[in-house]
């Protein structure tokens, strides 16, 4: 199994964790403003991204979860990393 499918699914992983990250942030400067919820852009902006992503991080695991599973070998072990050490070293 190529490495490029492993990346691009950790990739994804990760990108959804920051875009929930994004959100609570957007939370915690609404509540600093003093305004709760949907009282604000920040709020209303937050809860979209929330509402988008719950459904995409679901989506990601699985992604994540397929690939390792498909290349029957466990995680922490990618299929494609040896490869890669190859690649970058010569």
């Known amino acids: 199994m190529p490495w490029t499918l492993f990346a691009t ?3 994804s992983l ?3 964790v920051a875009a ?3 959100c609570g942030l957007f939370f915690r400067t609404a509540r600093r403003a003093g305004q709760q919820g949907a009282e604000c852009w920040q709020g209303t902006l937050a809860e979209c991204i ?6 995409a991080l679901l989506f990601e695991v699985v992604a994540v979860y397929g690939v ?3 290349a029957g070998e466990a995680y922490w072990s990618c ?3 040896r490869v890669l ?3 970058l070293a010569g």
């Open 14 to 16: 990760v990108c959804g």
């Open 50 to 55: 929330c509402v988008g992503n719950a459904l």
């Open 9 to 11: 699914a950790w990739t």
């Open 79 to 81: 299929a494609g990393a």
């Open 68 to 70: 390792h599973a498909e």
């Open 20 to 22: 929930a990250v994004v």
């Open 85 to 87: 050490a190859v690649v």
